[in-house]
């Protein structure tokens, strides 16, 4: 359907607005052989009976395509259903208006114009006409839920037709819905037989995945590949057909032999390729594929994001960086920046972010900003530039963003667990529990969890500190930093310390070498009087974190307990040169020892 010229438009539109001007309180004509839509138009643009019956039948068919040129379905049923009043015997308005009331799901109504085409018309019909009549009149059936009376209409028609491959398609779906699939793949073994057709092969191969026979789906596309060598969907859907069954090595070669044959071209292959790789987290693969597919398309936005979020993923955050600059380079000369595409929006977010991982806070802030509220990543961004405030410390800009944040995303759960670590890094740790309480109802969080943990922890609430923390170890049990933070609590307070220590043990066992889970272990052998294991235990947990105070102090209370004075006053030193915050505490150590 061709739209009209512009100037024919405005000649329409000024035609009809006059002729509707002096109209609009007549009221309209009903029509006995017509449907008429109930449907609600402004007044100024709904034609009156009596402005439609001074429109003879070709400016009224121009009228309609004119009509759905500018969007108004409505005012082109009307114009259609004009034109069936005048002439009957119209057939190509007829089924434009059937095609019409069925895709604006007025299905009945549909039905009604296709079956009041009078009989002469229909037994005029041939050819092309024909066929479309039949396939549109079996559309509208299938709609009307007649779904017999639409594979009887079909079948015959097949059977007049065999190659017309539209309707065969057709059936095979009708009788698929109806769980006739004997039915549905002799029709399609059939057509098939008569003529090879890739769109029967592709709708063999998704009627057999359908089904489950996927050794079967894959003797297809088999087929196909050498029935269609250059058709490369057929060689995407193999290779997805064998990674999902677990065939990853058959998967990767399907595709390097068509790119072999078709290096030029390949571009879909490509992508596949290195997505396979990147699902098996084989990423110096991915790379390598990605960067093969810029020799072939080094203007690619699309590749280079790509390429950047997977080098990100892996945390080359330079590369990522220079792989979304180069996105950014071939996206926003061609793009006002107020209206700026979702993809570009993209390579901005991902710069943003790349900077940020890369501690380049101040840089990463403008690229977050220039996202507008209508972009996919918009909420993204302004959560990461939250985050990046956090880390500097702009604690004013921070609150502001977040309340602006929650006023239109209350039950966003990032959002709560931002105000969380805020609090954490205020130290209200009582505002953080009546804060972040409502958010549990949100989903699961470690993250917000923890953090009402060590909340807890720092108001001696102990007995709700345990609470927590075994409900998030319950959903999430190989969370190394609370089964440290819940063993180094329990030997703190003297308690359960067989449970403590095989917290931390599991803790180890996740993040060997660890300097503050060792630290918190030699802890429990400490408050289990075994001095000589906690020394050696802490030993290795200053040689991991060189720098902690606390750890010096605790080093210096074991050589105490063990008998050694002397290196446990030069530890308790170390914690004072390294800037223990409570210093007359480790003094007083210093000076008198433990009891």
Known sequence: ?????????????????????????????????????????????????????????????LASQNALSQGQPTLAIQFLQAILQKDELAFTPRLELANLLLSTNHVLEARHV?????????????????AEYQMLY?????????????????????????????????????????????????????????HEHLQLRQYQVQLYMEQGNYKQADQVLAKMQQLFPNEENVVLQRSELAAQRGEDLKAYELLRIFISGHADSANQSYALLADLYMRKQRYDDAIKTYNEMLLLTADSAEVHLSLGRLYYQRGDYALAKSSFEQAVSILAPSQNENEMSNELASAYFYLGASLEAAHHWQEAIPYYEKLAPNHDSYLDAQIRLASVDLTLKNT???????????????????????????????????????ESEPALDLGFSAMLMFNRAIAYESLKQFESLDQTLDKLLSQKPDHSEALNFYGYSLADRGIRLSDAEKMIQRALQIKPDDGYYLDSLAWVYFQNKQYGLAVKTQLLAVQNVIDDPVMYEHLGDMYWKAGDQDKAKLNWNKALQLGHEEKDVIKKKIEVGLP
């Open 1 to 61: 359907m061709r739209a009209l010229p512009l100037w024919m438009q405005f000649f329409f539109c000024t035609i009809l607005l006059v002729l509707f001007s002096g109209c609009q309180s007549t009221p309209k004509a009903d029509s006995a052989s017509e449907p008429k839509v109930n449907t609600k138009q402004t007044a100024e643009n709904e034609p009156s009976s009596v402005s439609l019956e001074r429109m003879d039948v070709e400016f009224l068919y």
């Open 114 to 130: 296709i079956e009041a085409m009078p009989a002469s018309v229909q037994d005029s019909l041939a050819g092309e006409d024909l």
């Open 138 to 194: 079996a559309q509208i059936l299938i709609t009307n839920n007649a779904l017999a009376q639409a594979a009887e209409m079909l079948q015959a028609f097949i059977d007049v037709n065999p190659d017309f491959v539209k309707a065969r398609l057709l059936l095979v779906r009708l009788e698929v819905s109806r769980e006739q699939f004997v039915r549905a793949h002799a029709l399609l073994h059939d057509g098939i037989k008569r």
């Open 396 to 434: 004013n800009k921070v609150e502001k963003r977040l309340a602006e944040l929650k006023k239109g995303y209350p039950d966003n759960l990032e959002i709560a667990e931002l105000y969380v670590a805020l609090r954490m890094q205020q130290k209200e740790y009582q505002l953080l529990i009546d």
